[in-house]
């Protein structure tokens, strides 16, 4: 890691919707060139709290600096320095995985290459094949591809390797590696473990809307005296966690 100066700060982040407390009063600071995990059940606020630092959702209180910018004061700047993966695309469906990467490469001033972009989430093969003809994992590696478009130095991604085969989950792995290695920051929400033990230097467990443990991997396992990940989240939150579908 590099730097002293957090590279996000999410600081008493709240959010509602209706009766229902989705993020209480969550504080995250992630060093610049860090990987985070973003571990928790359905429900416990993840995806909630990553749009906000994403300036996606607005926080009914709370501030999110992102690189010392305000994500929606600043939303120009943030948009150029933030490459965002979502659990769910919406591309058009008719353009293909070459004509998106190139659509979204034009919105910078100095992309990634395109024949990069292919390698890092392999898709060179199916560079001609239409979005709606492409399979779910395969949708959801353009989608990376996409975010990655700009060189940006801070990404969040929110199930990265969901959907995807276990040969595509390694390369997926060897990306975040490479970002890593680029000194790229990065918060990985995730629901499985042996990719946040593999690839995170800290972990913020979440349940019910709030940051009930923040360590490294190791630290969490030790902590609550497990003999991996998936037993010391049990033991912190009181819950197992199910791989997402």
Same mark, same amino acid.
């Given at each position: 890691?590099?730097?002293?100066?957090?590279?996000?700060?999410?600081?008493?982040?709240?959010?509602?919707?209706?009766?229902?407390?989705?993020?209480?009063?969550?504080?995250?600071?992630?060093?610049?060139?860090?990987?985070?995990?973003?571990?928790?059940?359905?429900?416990?606020?993840?995806?909630?709290?990553?749009?906000?630092?994403?300036?996606?959702?607005?926080?009914?209180?709370?501030?999110?600096?992102?690189?010392?910018?305000?994500?929606?004061?600043?939303?120009?700047?943030?948009?150029?320095?933030?490459?965002?993966?979502?659990?769910?695309?919406?591309?058009?469906?008719?353009?293909?995985?070459?004509?998106?990467?190139?659509?979204?490469?034009?919105?910078?001033?100095?992309?990634?290459?395109?024949?990069?972009?292919?390698?890092?989430?392999?898709?060179?093969?199916?560079?001609?094949?239409?979005?709606?003809?492409?399979?779910?994992?395969?949708?959801? *590696? =353009?989608?990376?591809?996409? +975010? $990655?478009?700009?060189?940006? /130095? &801070? #990404?969040?991604? %929110?199930?990265?390797?969901?959907?995807?085969?276990?040969?595509?989950?390694?390369?997926?792995?060897?990306?975040?590696?490479?970002?890593?290695?680029?000194?790229?920051?990065?918060?990985?929400?995730?629901?499985?473990?042996?990719?946040?033990? *593999? =690839?995170?230097?800290?972990? +913020? $467990?979440?349940?019910?809307? /709030? &940051? #009930?443990?923040? %360590?490294?991997?190791?630290?969490?396992?030790?902590?609550?005296?497990?003999?991996?990940?998936?037993?010391?989240?049990?033991?912190?939150?009181?819950?197992?966690?199910?791989?997402?579908?």
């Amino acid at each position: 890691m590099s730097g002293t100066t957090p590279a996000i700060i999410a600081e008493n982040l709240h959010k509602r919707y209706g009766g229902t407390v989705a993020v209480d009063d969550v504080s995250l600071h992630v060093e610049a060139g860090a990987v985070l995990g973003v571990l928790g059940t359905n429900g416990a606020g993840k995806t909630t709290t990553v749009e906000m630092i994403a300036g996606l959702r607005r926080p009914d209180r709370g501030r999110v600096g992102v690189l010392g910018l305000d994500p929606r004061r600043d939303r120009a700047k943030v948009r150029q320095v933030l490459g965002v993966q979502l659990q769910q695309a919406y591309l058009h469906g008719a353009l293909t995985v070459a004509e998106l990467i190139g659509l979204y490469r034009s919105f910078y001033p100095a992309p990634r290459p395109a024949e990069e972009l292919l390698e890092l989430v392999g898709l060179g093969e199916q560079r001609a094949v239409r979005f709606e003809k492409l399979s779910g994992g395969q949708q959801q *590696r =353009l989608s990376i591809a996409l +975010a $990655l478009a700009g060189r940006p /130095r &801070v #990404v969040i991604l %929110d199930e990265l390797t969901t959907g995807l085969d276990p040969r595509a989950r390694r390369q997926m792995w060897k990306t975040i590696e490479r970002l890593r290695d680029e000194d790229v920051t990065i918060v990985l929400v995730s629901h499985a473990m042996e990719e946040v033990e *593999r =690839l995170c230097d800290h972990v +913020a $467990l979440l349940d019910a809307g /709030r &940051v #009930v443990a923040f %360590d490294t991997p190791a630290g969490l396992v030790s902590r609550a005296g497990a003999e991996n990940l998936d037993e010391a989240f049990v033991a912190l939150t009181g819950k197992e966690l199910e791989e997402a579908q």
